[in-house]
């Protein structure tokens, strides 16, 4: 680690947590529905929208009610970015001319049902597949109603445990609304504009072709990127608009951009957790999730920086095999980009992969094994560690419900948190959505680890499982792994070194996000509008406090020790013995 790199990422911390507080308390305001800076310019926008869509905000739903709302809204989503994928050769905005060849039925189902679960797991490259109007109409939108979606549970879940006695969580209309009004939108179109100041392209131009110094051709690619990177960011989304993610230069020119872009991933997972506090009536709540997120991401940037910083140690000066005692000079720079270094793209990766956002300034495939490691236990940890926009919060949430459980056991008594007494119904609903987004990892992981289909068949042009590795051993199986985990988890990200653009990939990917998505939205729903409808229970001498450093450490702790007790065995096959294979000399 080096002085500079640890005060780029002291900077952006202090930053983070500068902004958590009023940004958090704004959101507590929008969603409580009293009146901001902003009801001036958005009030009569957003009572325009419930006259037309015939809603009506005063009316709540019960949390049967709420899950129905969200996911009929998702299924429309998902059909509408499909058809619109598969069409784009007869519709407007594609100066290309790409149409159903590029966007194939496989790949546009697993599109469709990438961005509309908030993961923007990309298996194409969107400058070569994708028209200007299906980035626009299709990605765009969806990074701001699926991340809006995300957040509305999130809200629900807390309402949840700040009612007492009521049958109703609130109304998924009008939270999806009020999110993407008031806060998705201003800061998203801040961040374009300041994103276009420092270069990122946004025009609808055709692709230029142009004649390089070596007398070569090279075509160029345009588009409307700055606009989709901001909400990609801000949402947690991370599609990106072209196929190198934000290491392109069009997406991430300057170190400002990317400064601004790294921060924008943790912005608004980092201040639900004051929101939380707020809508609570105990702001010390909030504080004790940001403590437990910030001290289990501060333990996987540690890990990663310090790895990637190291280096491979089988290799000196300029890739030079030499004594397994030597070091790489300078740190890994393999897949990063120069003007990024080795400190902001390790901060970016963790940050990345805590917040299920999925974008990338680095090519996480060619980090070392204990770097990869601690990006692959971040989205296996469930995607708390300040987590996707709302996804995060609530399965912090999940993680809460089950260590207040395990001290209610430790000490003999039914356990409580913030006055809700957490019985079997709770803790049955949080196992399930542990349980069904783990089993989709580890279940479709060894499944594809083994497949083999016929050559040149329907699902093997020209491959799937094993056959679309290029690195083989226990990496291999890391490629394998981290395109589950990251399906799964929502994420988005990618141990790039394998073909996914096939039929077995997409589908199972696909189904892997779906599991992840609402096999935990709709448990987290059952327990809102099960803590929703009981009474509060006074605290006494043998209640857990649950804002101080005990709890901090035992919530961070059941984060690590369930992660851990699920995935180790796969992780001591991948990252973790590949270490200690580097140390001998031998790489993959």
């Known amino acids: 680690m080096t002085s500079m790199g640890l005060l780029q990422i002291g900077l952006y911390f202090l930053v983070l947590l500068l902004l958590t507080k009023p940004l958090g308390a704004f959101m507590a305001r929008v969603y409580n529905g009293e009146r901001t800076f902003l009801h001036p310019l958005f009030r009569p926008l957003e009572r325009m929208i419930y006259k037309l869509s015939g809603v009506s905000e005063d009316v709540e739903q019960r949390w049967t009610q709420y899950a129905g709302a969200l996911l009929a809204f998702s299924f429309v989503s998902f059909l509408f970015v499909y058809l619109l994928q598969r069409l784009q050769g007869w519709l407007p905005l594609n100066p290309v001319g790409f149409g159903a060849k590029q ?75 009020r999110g993407t009004l008031y806060i998705l939108l201003p800061l998203s179109l801040i961040g374009a504009l300041f994103l276009c100041s420092q270069g990122v392209v946004q025009n609808f131009s055709p692709y230029q072709e142009v004649t390089t110094l070596e007398g070569g051709k090279q075509t160029i690619p345009g588009g ?116 990024h270094g080795i400190a902001s793209s390790a901060l970016w990766a963790v940050a990345t992969t805590a917040a299920s956002n999925g974008s990338v300034n680095s090519m996480h495939d060619s980090y070392t094994p204990l770097g990869g490691l601690a990006l692959l236990f971040n989205i296996e940890s469930g995607e708390v560690i300040f987590g996707g926009v709302g996804a995060g919060l609530y399965g912090m949430l999940l993680f809460a419900i089950l260590a207040v459980f395990i001290a209610g ?73 981290y395109a589950y985990s990251s399906g799964a988890g929502n994420n988005g990200s990618a141990f790039a070194g394998m073909n996914v653009n096939t039929p077995w990939y997409n589908l199972t990917i696909g189904l892997a996000m779906l599991i992840g998505r609402f096999l935990i939205i709709i448990p987290m729903l059952a327990v809102a509008g099960s803590l929703a409808a009981k009474k509060l229970v006074p605290a ?46 031998k790489v993959f």
């Open 103 to 177: 966007a194939t039925p496989d790949l546009s189902f697993n599109t469709a049902v990438s961005f509309m679960t908030n993961t923007n797991w990309q298996a194409y490259g969107g400058e070569v597949t994708l028209s200007y109007l299906s980035q626009m109409a299709a990605l765009t939108v969806q990074n701001f109603v699926s991340a809006g979606a995300g957040i509305a549970v999130a809200i629900a879940l807390t309402r949840g445990f700040a009612r007492r006695q009521m049958g109703t969580i609130g109304n998924f209309w009008v939270d999806l609304t």
């Open 224 to 339: 409307p990127a700055a606009s989709q990177i901001s909400i990609k960011q801000l949402g947690t989304n991370g599609g990106g608009f072209f196929n190198s993610n934000s290491s392109h230069p069009f997406e991430n020119p300057t170190p400002s951009s990317n400064f601004l872009q790294t921060l924008y991933i943790l912005l608004i997972p980092a201040a639900l957790t004051y929101t939380f506090g707020v809508m609570v009536k105990d702001t010390r709540q909030g504080w004790a999730m940001f403590a437990a997120m910030s001290l289990l991401f501060f333990a996987g940037l540690a890990l990663c920086y310090s790895s990637e910083q190291a280096g491979n140690p089988i290799l000196a000066g300029l890739g030079v095999q030499t004594e397994p005692t030597d070091s790489q000079s300078g740190g890994n720079m393999e897949g990063k980009e120069v003007r």
């Open 409 to 481: 056991l430790m000490v003999g008594r039914t356990p409580e948190y913030l006055g809700k007494k957490i019985e079997s119904e709770e803790v049955k609903m949080a196992m399930l959505a542990l349980i069904a987004c783990a089993a989709s990892i580890l279940v479709f992981t060894a499944v594809s680890s083994i497949v083999e289909f016929p050559k040149d068949s329907y699902w093997n042009p020209p491959g799937a499982g094993t056959a679309n590795l290029n690195n083989g051993g226990p990496h291999g199986l890391a490629e394998i792994l």
């Open 540 to 585: 006494t001498s043998g209640t857990l406090p649950t804002h101080g450093p005990l709890f901090v450490g035992l919530l961070a702790g059941t984060v690590v020790v369930v992660g851990a007790l699920t995935f180790f065995p796969v992780l001591s096959l991948t990252p973790i013995v590949e270490h200690f294979l580097m140390h001998q000399g």
